[in-house]
């Protein structure tokens, strides 16, 4: 068995889109409609094409529990998933240049240093740096 997709919440599949390209830095890998102004939209790091992929899923806009869910990890402040990076404080800084809002500014937490932003489509994201 492997990792071939893994989903993500997302509130508007093209807003998502914008942000995980243009700000994030990830590429759109597969892109194809599904009727009813759903997609199967899938990103993936341009550094692994080749890796997992992620999901940009509508299911908050179609599936009323998954809304629910997703509002409360947010609410709480709680990441719905992480991104590794090479170094915390420099992905902070590119991407508080592209606007992006962050809810926890570059922090030190034991062997690793972590930060955590706003994706625009209803989820806190956690970038990571293994110190």
């Not at 889109?17 to 830095?25: C, D, N, P, S």
């Not at 992929?53 to 869910?69: D, G, Q, R, T, W």
């Amino acid at each position: 068995m492997k990792i071939q997709i893994i989903s993500l919440p997302v509130q508007d599949q093209e807003k998502a889109l914008v942000f995980y390209t243009e700000k994030l830095g990830f590429v759109k890998k597969v892109d194809l409609p599904l009727g009813e102004d759903t997609r199967w939209l899938t990103v993936v790091s341009m550094e692994a094409q080749d890796e997992p992929e992620i999901l940009l899923e509508p299911a908050p806009n179609h599936f009323p529990p998954a809304k629910v869910y997703q509002q409360a990890l947010f609410e709480a402040g709680i990441p719905y998933t992480q991104f590794n990076v090479d170094d915390v404080q420099k992905e902070f800084d590119r991407l508080v240049a592209l606007g992006v809002q962050f809810s926890v500014p570059p922090t030190e937490m034991g062997t690793v240093k972590v930060a955590v932003l706003d994706d625009t489509c209803g989820n806190n994201i956690q970038i990571v740096q293994m110190l």
